[in-house]
């Protein structure tokens, strides 16, 4: 029972949250310690949960150590967007009007997290799809949370309209993937999928299922909407696109390619390969003319999806485990950016030039903006460099050496991108003085994350533990 | 057990050093004197090492590394990385090479009244980067502390430096990435035909034929952007000529003999046969870094180009004792590797020194520097001397040991070009010499008042600089012979 009680937990979470506001009626300062501290109490949970056996709940309701590292990046992710969200409730930032409803909005995260749940837990289709719609719907309304502004309102059109199309190119794949196994279950279909003949109806079905899952983690030629959203959606909301809205679609994609697609996998994996490495290029490109950082960010997340994307070309409790490790490192990552970018960007527009001497304003600001875009660009010893040789070495193991050197190449791409901010931050002057203030609070998770970032590659504590469930 | 602790201190302290200088104020002077000590401590810790490895190597030419108290700990267990340290004959030497001039290249920022703090605390990371990649012998372990590096370097020439000192900074940064990214993807194809990262086991371990065929020139080359090869030397003289004095002594010093140390260290000792197909051919590319890095050196006016090139040139005679792949030539090679690092450094400390006070570098605008601050031109000329071979420095016993050992090998291209390569020794000497007679006698151009003495931490460091050079060059043969214990396993596995 004890497998499943996290799961409740954050199910129950949004209705308790709405109902604090509608009949207890209580503050917004206790709304906040309240979700904070809920979403700490399922981390905690989650991690008493012995791993081993998989666990199946009503035969299609999946528990195995995958699904239960994928939880903690789900329940990390909500609770680190919505420390994010303290300021934007409380006052109003970057220039725009503060956002209103709490309760709603992290009823919204927690939907979402429970999507995550959903996809990854996943034995059939119908509940796989059910999952990533959980998971995508609360972010359309997430997007126009700031319904005043016109840019957030526009993004979230846009969101809804090519996420829709998305969506039914999967429900048409799925379809034609039911037409050629006869089941809509996992075992059934692996068995389908391993007796058959590569069949044009099973690459029909692929063809479909990728463009749609394409859509929502920003893969190439799928991947034009994100920097317009990335940019109209509050702070807090583009944070958790691109950490929970990405983890979700690669999530996805795991459980159906290492899944009840395995066999062919191999006959896919070129065709993967080339996304992976058009879409990371593509994301390099994009990022490196970019002045705005929330579209910076949009585009460095698309690469970031292009590497997550390799570890799939590796072989199953590898390419697990790599991806499980991966995106903690990028949690911690991105959110650490993300996080400095709010704090600067609370009296101005979210620019490169409100990074402008900031070295000289706030070292350790300064220090923790070094070290998150350094990791992101994977430079030893920082974690994102551990993400990235694990995934790289995953699929070195399957023999893609060309495209590891196309993948470590545009390395040096993405290095050029996060230095230009580091110029700002580091060597360009201040155009005005404007002081810059750090709430005490929003100071000690900056703290916590840099230092996660700073050592949780380079110490093999978080490797080890994760490789011993998985491997 | 105490040797072996110090070995796992080299590149803890640095980091503990940044950790501790936090709480100490921006203007204090206890901040550069705590840096200094922990330098000092780590000298000294690599110097007891060199002394140690002199004492415990046998100097009967084995096949084996000999390598000293190994630490060996399980580390990222899911890729079966090892935290594998130790050191032999030739990582004491490049230690005790680059300790000190970490040392001085401390010394050298003594004076720097803005933001002394931050540009201490990267320089330390600088210094446990490269302590770390002279002591590691796992690739994994290896790549970390190598590619560091990037981390400081653009912000310490961007931040620190003169003249066009962004664009010289994201040069030299993201040209390193990629010989960086080259490295790491081969490491990853030897990970994957071989499972372990191990050098030691690596080494026993023939790679595949057909994986040396196509991997040995990416690592080669990767490795050869540090060192500035040929079609990659292009970072080295943006990348000098705008970074700050320490940072140039440590680039040209340190860093650039990381590249030729991974060339011989792995890609040689690891894929002999995709070097014996390979680096004939290299040999072009070589030729141009011997033979004609000089003459561009000549045609500059700025003192740090001048040195720039000249460290390209010198840089290629120790690819060219690679090439040779004869012992003799190798350890050329490896005693050019440190007889170059001292006198660039003192090349570069003069150059900071006499740039500090006619605040140009421009050759033409100076004069009769030798009236005015002696001391500074003479150790100039040294290092110029030691540069073009002048026996009894350093420069002379590892330049003539790459000459007779590239001679012996027999292929023709390789023997027409060691014979360009002592011709070209020539032009070292003109433009060597034509620097030093613009900017050092002549009249004076600049009033003898605007021109300060000598400081004492200044004299410190020339005279520490010449006293290496004078040992290496009168007393090369223990060192030699130490060297021949790292050298003689990588010429073994190529005749095997």
Known sequence: MITIFPDILILLFPFVMLSLKLFLKVSLKTQENFAVGYFLVVFVTLNFILLGQNHFYLSNWKIDSFGIFMREIFVLSSLLAISLSHNYFNSSVSLKPKLLNFSEFSASVGFAAFGGIVVVSANDLLTLFIGLELATIPMYALVAWNKRDSEGTEAAIKFILTGSVATAFELFGFSYLYGFSGFITFPEITNAVATAQVSPLLWISLLFIISGIGFKMTLFPFHLWAPDIYEGAPTPVTAILSVTSKAVAITFLTVLVLGPLHSVQKEISPFLALLAGATLFVGNLGALSQSKLRRFMAFSSISQAGYILIALLGNTPNAKYSIVYYLFLYTFSNYLAFFIFSVVGKNQAETFSALRGLSEKNKFLAISLLIALMSLAGIPPLAGFFGKLQIFTTAAENGHFFLILFAVLNNVLALYYYIQVLKSAWIDKPEKEIALSIPTKQKIIILILTLSVLLLGFLPFLSNNLSIAFL | ?496
């Open chain 2, 1 to 496: 057990m105490f040797e072996k602790n110090l070995l796992n201190l080299l590149w803890i302290l640095p980091f503990l050093t940044v950790l501790f200088s936090i709480p100490i104020k921006e203007n204090s002077p206890n901040l550069k004197r705590f840096h200094l000590a922990s330098a000092g401590v780590v000298l000294l810790s690599s110097i007891y090492l060199l002394i140690q490895v002199f004492q415990n190597t046998i100097t009967n030419p084995s096949s084996q590394i000999q390598l000293l108290y190994e630490t060996k700990l399980n580390w990222l267990n899911a890729i079966s990385a090892k935290y594998f340290i130790g050191i032999d004959a030739l990582s004491s030497m490049m230690l005790v090479l680059a300790a000190i001039i970490i040392f001085t290249g401390i010394l050298a920022t003594w004076r720097l009244e803005k933001g002394q703090k931050v540009f201490l605390g990267f320089f330390q990371i600088l210094a446990a980067s490269v302590y770390g990649v002279f002591i590691s012998f796992d690739l994994v372990l290896f790549f970390v502390f190598y590619e560091m590096e990037a981390l400081c370097m653009y912000l310490l020439i961007a931040g620190y430096g003169s003249g066009n000192k962004d664009y010289g900074a994201k040069k030299l940064t993201l040209t390193l990435a990629i010989g960086s990214s080259m490295i790491l993807a081969v490491f990853l194809g030897i990970y994957a035909e071989t499972g372990t990262w191990n050098l030691i086991e690596l080494s026993k371990i023939a790679l595949p034929e057909s994986f040396q065929y196509y991997a040995f020139p990416i690592l080669f080359l990767g490795f050869a952007v540090s060192s500035s090869l040929f079609p990659f030397h292009f970072w080295s003289p943006a990348g000098h000529s705008a970074a700050p004095t320490a940072v140039s002594m440590f680039a040209a010093g340190v860093m650039m003999k990381m590249g030729a140390y991974g060339c011989l260290r792995i890609a040689i000792y690891l894929m002999p046969e995709g070097a014996k197909i390979w680096l004939p051919y290299l040999l072009i590319f070589i030729a141009f870094n011997v033979i004609i890095g000089p003459f561009i050196a000549m045609r500059h006016k700025d003192l740090k180009f001048i040195t720039a090139y000249s460290s390209i040139s010198h840089l290629g005679l120790i690819f060219l004792g690679l090439a040779a792949m004869t012992p003799l030539a190798f350890r050329g090679a490896a005693l050019q590797m440190i007889s170059h690092g001292f006198l660039t450094g003192l090349f570069f400390a003069t150059i900071g020194m006499i740039y500090s006070r006619t605040h140009t570098r421009d050759i033409t605008q100076m004069g009769g520097l030798m009236k005015a601050i002696p001391f500074i031109g003479v150790g100039f000329v040294i290092a110029g001397f030691a540069g073009l071979g002048l026996p009894g420095l350093s420069g002379f016993v590892a330049e003539a040991t790459i000459f007779i050992g590239s001679f012996e090998n027999p292929s023709p291209l390789c023997r027409v070009i060691t014979i360009l390569a002592i011709l070209s020794i020539t032009a070292t000497a003109i433009y060597i010499l034509r620097c030093a007679n613009k900017m050092l006698h002549g009249p004076l151009v600049i009033s003898k008042e605007l021109l300060p003495k000598t400081l004492p931490e200044e004299k410190f460091i020339i005279v520490s600089y010449v006293i290496c050079l004078i040992i290496l060059g009168i007393f090369p043969m223990p060192f030699a012979k130490l060297l021949d214990s790292s050298i003689y396993p990588i010429y073994m596995n190529l005749i095997r």
